[in-house]
């Protein structure tokens, strides 16, 4: 018997438009919440609902969560000013920086959603399916475009983000058309939109016979389910190129881009218990040109939305499409889709991850400076105020920020005559950290979980700080003190900190409790695999003492702990529970 189509299909099908009934919902004040269908419509918004997990003994405090698209991490300085104005005004004052590249805001409440909406998009950005069944925010590297290879691969990112836009009318005539814009945010706005058009909106949608509007790549029922785009430059993997749906891996021969390597059927998330669910790094396809980037993105979204599982949503990524019907089944789909199969991919070779801190040239009279942000969030705290710090830069020497997907922060285009001034900035609002995180905070990762995620089963971005201070206590106790580790820590199995392809990967299993993966590497391409279950938080770091001091002694030069670990056999041999 024919499995049911999910839930989700159903709702997609009655409103392809994506409005359900959130204008109602808007326009009656008695609600502070989005209820039952809506709270997947508008998903597709970039919102997400969400309630206060601190405060459920009490009752329900409800609000959401409002995620930007900023392809490459590219944010403008004035833009920033009005993200930082937003964040005050309607958030909860804090701006989270994405493990891809993107912003979001926690705490906004029912009646701020339509402000915030509309000034993201004044401001030349969108909301626009940075969540739902549909491509998400396009990474690449953060490092600014310095010579025609970079600018070329930023403009095939903007490129791959503006062909896989879903066309939907409801969300610009529900956030932009529907709203007045909130007296007193004109002028912060109307600097950041000058008279330049937003490179986020979509190319009007086809007509269907009745003249009612259609998604030409999209349809009526979107994708089987979420789909994500990267760009990643060799031998540097700062965007976890593997992790993607789909990615493209820059080949450049005589100094020049050629066009990429595609990768297809990378994607982490997973359910405890489902054998159904797995972590999966991408297959590598083909070569494919800059002239066919297009063709290609719009040909592998085709396949998701026709062969991805569409009655059980845990497995409807297309990481499941390639592992059950294979690569030549996927390669020959594609070859049909396209006219002609693609040629053997170019050689490459990943040499790391990791983001570029400190100064670096960028022209003859700018620099770009790499910061650390902890977890990812720009706040002001007691003797820490990097929140006020960044808009202080943005007003004063209005740099280009850059979103790293590891949660850091590159500011790109400043005078080399500032950089003493900048420096000195951040240093006097509290902000040293930002400039010496040692090699263990700077490639850490940590997702939200409580008190804002739905879906955390434990602590994740609000202990991590402490639990990589006890991990760095721990190898300074085997005599490897400062030497670099990559760490990632998830309230749950979804993977949103990427704690699969780590060298040590931290999951929330239950309050209090971690499944503890070991045996990835840093340059993100192989995965960890589950070394402990269950651990209690407080025993872990004494536990991972064990094996740094046998790693210290039982190492060959130069090995890394992600390999140690993976090749020490009897680490794997003793039940993992
Ligand atoms: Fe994620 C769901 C946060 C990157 C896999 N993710 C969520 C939600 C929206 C929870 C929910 O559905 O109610 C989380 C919101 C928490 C909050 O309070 O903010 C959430 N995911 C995040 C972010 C903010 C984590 C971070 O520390 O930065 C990242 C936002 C990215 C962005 O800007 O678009 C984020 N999520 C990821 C990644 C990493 C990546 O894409 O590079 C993954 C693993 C890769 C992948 O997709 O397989 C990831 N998130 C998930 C999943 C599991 C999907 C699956 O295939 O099983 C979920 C749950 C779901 O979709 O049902 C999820
Ligand atoms: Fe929430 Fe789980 Fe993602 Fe963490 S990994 S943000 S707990 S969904």
């Known amino acids: 018997m024919e499995k049911p189509l999910s839930k989700n299909e159903f709702l997609k099908a009655a409103k392809p438009d994506l409005s359900g009934s959130i204008r109602e919902t808007l326009a009656n004040d008695t609600l502070d919440r989005f209820s039952g269908d809506d709270e997947q419509f508008i998903k597709f918004h970039g919102i997400y609902q969400q309630d206060d997990r601190d405060k459920r003994k009490v009752g329900k405090e409800y609000s959401v969560m409002v995620r930007t698209r900023q392809t490459g991490g590219i944010v403008p300085a004035a833009q920033y000013l009005v ?49 739902g069944d549909v491509n998400r925010n396009v990474t690449a590297p953060s490092a600014p475009a310095v010579n025609a290879i970079t600018q070329s691969i930023e403009d095939d990112a903007f490129a791959v983000t503006t062909v896989l836009l879903p066309r939907t009318t409801a969300y610009h005539s529900i956030w932009v058309d529907g709203v007045q814009l909130d007296l007193g945010l004109g002028e912060i706005v109307a600097k950041a939109k000058s008279d330049q058009a937003n490179p986020y909106m979509p190319p009007p949608a086809d007509a269907d016979e009745s003249g009612a509007p259609v998604d030409p790549l999209y349809g009526k029922t979107y994708l089987p389910r979420k789909f994500k785009v990267g760009f990643a430059i060799p031998p540097n993997n700062d965007t976890d190129i593997f992790t993607n749906d789909m990615g493209f891996v820059a080949v450049v021969e005589a100094g020049k881009l050629i066009g990429y390597n595609l990768l297809v059927g990378g994607g982490l998330g997973t359910s405890h218990g489902n054998k159904l669910t797995y972590p999966r790094l991408a297959d590598v396809v083909g070569f494919i040109t800059r002239e066919q980037i297009a063709a290609v993105s719009i040909a592998v979204v085709s396949i998701h939305r026709d062969w991805g599982d569409r009655t059980d949503r845990k497995h409807a990524r297309i990481k499941y ?25 170019k050689p490459f070779l990943f040499k790391g991850q990791g983001d570029p801190f400190g100064w670096h040239r960028e022209t003859d009279t700018t620099s770009y400076l790499g910061l650390f942000i902890e977890t990812g969030r720009v706040k002001d705290a007691e003797g820490y105020r990097l929140k006020t710090a960044l808009r202080e830069i943005a007003k004063k020497f209005g740099p280009t920020f850059r979103l790293t997907a590891s949660q850091n922060l590159v500011l790109s285009g400043i005078q080399n005559g500032h950089k003493d001034e900048i420096e000195k900035l951040l240093k006097s609002h509290g902000c040293e950290n930002v400039f010496s995180p040692g090699l263990v905070r700077s490639r850490g990762m940590a997702c939200p979980a409580l008190p804002t995620c739905g879906l955390a089963l434990a602590e994740s971005e609000r202990v991590f700080p402490q639990f990589l201070a006890s991990i760095e206590a721990a190898q300074a106790a085997a005599g490897i003190g400062g030497e670099e580790l990559v760490v990632r820590m998830t309230g749950c199995p979804n993977g949103c900190a990427r704690p699969y392809s ?59 702990f992600g390999d140690w670990a993976d090749r020490t056999a009897d680490l794997w041999s003793a039940p993992t529970v």
């Open 502 to 560: 780590a060298e040590i990967g931290i999951i929330g299993k239950a309050p209090g409790k971690y499944n503890v993966l070991l045996g990835g590497n840093r340059e993100g391409t192989r995965l960890a695999r589950n070394w402990h279950e269950s651990v209690p938080f407080d025993e872990i770091p004494a536990k991972l003492g064990v094996l740094f001091k046998r790693y210290a002694s039982e190492r060959t030069p130069q090995q890394a």
């Open 321 to 345: 499409v390639l592992q059950e019907k294979g690569l030549e089944w996927f390669r020959s789909e594609l070859a049909q889709r396209l006219g002609a199969p693609l040629p053997a991919a």
């Open 83 to 131: 993200y930082d104005e937003l964040s005050g005004r309607f958030a909860n004052g804090t701006l989270r920086i994405t493990s891809r590249q993107t912003f979001q805001f926690h705490g906004v409440l029912q009646k701020g959603i339509g402000s915030l909406i509309k000034s993201i998009n004044e401001a030349l950005s969108t909301t626009l399916a940075t969540c």
